[in-house]
Every structure is written in C-alpha cells, then in structure tokens.
C-alpha cells in the first residue's frame, strides 16, 4: 500500500507490533482474494507470494537475516477447513516462506472454537466472536509473521497475537493481501 493509515485503524488499540496490507480490497485484488478463497488455484497463490514478497521483506527486516522469524497462516476452523477443503492463505503463505527462507509453521496456530463469520459484523462484534478463539503452540523467542487473505477491522490479528504472545512469541506482525477500507469499498 501507500503507507497511509487507514481512519478505522487508527481507533484500534493493536495487540500485535505491526501490521500491513499490500493493497486495498479493490478490484483486482477482491477478485485476486475471492478466487484464492473458493478455487484452490496454486499458480495464483504463487502469483500473490511473489506480489507480495517484496513488502513483507520489508516488513520483517532484521528478523529475516537472523532467521528468527516464522511464517503462520490464520488457520479455519475445522468446519470450514473441512467444507472448504484447504486454507486459502496456505496458497500464498507457503510459497512466500519459501521465498523469504523462512519456515512456514500452519500448526502453531490452531482455531479452537468455532466462530461464525466475520462478514457483516461490527468492530466490537468481530472482537467478541473470536473472543479465545485461539491458541498457539511453539513460537517461543519467534518473530512471527502472521498472514491473513483480508485486513478488516484488526479484531483476527488482535486475537491471535493474543495467543502467539500467550505463547511467548517475541513479536507478531500482521501482513494481508488486502485492506478493507470504510466507505471506499465497492
């Protein structure tokens, strides 16, 4: 993105260090997150990694060079995983660990409740429904980079950097490929 702070964000009171956005959730990339969302098409999660490659590079810094730093998707729940049949983030994320040299760790994140969907909801709403939604295993001393498809309200990245720091993660930071943007989304 532009480096600008969205106004929404600005209210939010982060539980993790950092978080960026490649882009808006604009066309193309709504279509970009929709397609990776409901086609299992790993020519476009790869397509998206290396989009975003350079950024999150940026992003991490110094926690690359010391190999410090992990990469860990936003995992579903079981019953989405289990209707959707993969994790959309999984698509870009492995991929882009891959070009960073860095792990890619999809279990040191696990979605212990379930929770209804996010779409539709409230700030506060969101934050409530996934109230201890998760927990974390291993990333004690770890950077972690924490990847998710959309940036909406912060409430996701909120909580699971709550269970990555319960877990004794050093630092979380957030990187999605889009940004939801109040009143500038179509």
């Known amino acids: 993105m532009d480096g600008t702070e969205c106004p929404q964000c600005a209210r939010i009171e982060a539980v993790y260090f ?8 604009r066309p193309p990339y709504r279509n970009l997150v929709i397609r990776l969302k409901y086609t299992p098409d790993r020519a476009l999660g790869d397509l998206a990694a290396g989009l975003i490659l ?8 110094p926690a690359i060079a010391e190999r410090s730093a992990v990469v860990v998707p936003v995992p579903l729940s079981p ?28 279990d040191d994140l696990r979605r212990v409740k379930e929770t209804r969907s996010q779409v539709g909801l409230t700030p506060d709403q969101r934050t409530s429904n996934l109230r ?15 990847l998710d498809d959309v940036f909406t309200s912060g409430a996701t990245g909120n909580t699971c950097a709550r269970a990555l720091y319960n877990a004794g993660a050093e630092t979380v930071r957030v990187f999605t490929l889009a940004r939801a943007v109040p009143g500038k989304d179509d």
Not at 54 to 61: F, I, K, N, S, Y
Not at 81 to 102: H, K, M, T
Not at 135 to 144: I, N, Q, R, S, T
Request: proline share 3%.
């Open 18 to 25: 950092q978080a960026r956005s490649f882009a808006e959730y």
């Open 54 to 61: 350079g950024a999150v590079r940026e992003l991490l810094g």
């Open 79 to 106: 019953k989405r995983l289990n209707q959707r049949g993969y994790n959309q983030v999984d698509l870009f994320g492995r991929p882009l660990a891959a070009g960073l040299g860095l792990a890619y760790r999809p």
């Open 132 to 146: 201890s939604a998760f927990e974390a295993g291993a990333v004690a001393g770890k950077h972690v980079l924490l």
